[in-house]
């Protein structure tokens, strides 16, 4: 583990800075995220609640990897066929 350490004219007000764990967030990989929406049918809500993370982080980043929605018509499908299932 690296340590960084920011010095300043007197060395007892030096401050250790460690490194950020980092964590594996698959959310932002564009081909992990047309996965779950469009083969596993997830819902933009459902992937960030999967993620551990706001709706609005997700769509984030569908919009940076220009993923494209499902239009009206899928979506009442796609509901309808979950509300039948339960």
Same mark, same amino acid.
């Given at each position: 583990?690296l !340590? !960084?350490?920011?010095?300043?004219? =007197?060395?007892q007000y030096?401050?250790? !800075?460690?490194p950020? #764990?980092k964590h594996?967030?698959p +959310?932002k990989?564009? /081909? &992990?995220?047309k #996965?779950? +929406? &469009?083969? @596993?049918?997830?819902? &933009? @809500? #459902? %992937?960030? *609640?999967k993620? /551990?993370?706001?709706? *609005?982080? %997700? %769509? +984030?980043f569908? =919009?940076?990897?220009d %993923?494209? $929605?499902?239009?009206? $018509?899928e979506?009442?499908? !796609?509901l +309808? $066929?979950?509300a039948?299932?339960?």
């Amino acid at each position: 583990m690296l !340590l !960084l350490i920011q010095k300043y004219r =007197d060395p007892q007000y030096a401050i250790v !800075l460690f490194p950020r #764990e980092k964590h594996y967030a698959p +959310y932002k990989d564009p /081909n &992990w995220l047309k #996965e779950q +929406y &469009w083969n @596993k049918k997830l819902t &933009w @809500k #459902e %992937i960030a *609640e999967k993620c /551990n993370v706001t709706t *609005e982080t %997700i %769509i +984030y980043f569908r =919009d940076k990897f220009d %993923i494209d $929605s499902r239009n009206k $018509s899928e979506v009442t499908k !796609l509901l +309808y $066929s979950k509300a039948v299932k339960c």
